[in-house]
């Protein structure tokens, strides 16, 4: 957390890690879970396999990725460039 706040470029990296992390062991855990028909079992393994793993890859590329990350993670390292911006163009 505090290498997010402080906006270092290793927070980013373990920030990506925790959330990989995360969605590994959602995915790859035991589905204790007991379904009372077919129906709601195709239901969970769609939601546990296809539906979570996907919205895990975009979060993990909203954090880590995108424009406004990136923006984010460099602000740090322009403002002490002397950038008054303290955002990369």
């Known amino acids: 957390m505090i290498g997010i706040y402080s906006r270092r470029q290793w927070g980013r990296w373990l920030g990506l890690l925790a959330i990989a992390a995360f969605a590994t062991s959602s995915v790859l855990g035991p589905d204790t879970t007991a379904y009372a028909n077919e129906a709601q079992k195709a239901g969970g393994f769609l939601g546990r396999m296809i539906l ?38």
């Open 52 to 89: 979570g793993p996907l919205a895990f890859v975009w979060w993990a590329y909203a954090f880590g990725f995108s424009r406004k990350a990136k923006r984010y993670f460099l602000a740090k390292e322009h403002c002490a460039n002397g950038d008054e911006a303290g955002v990369a163009p």
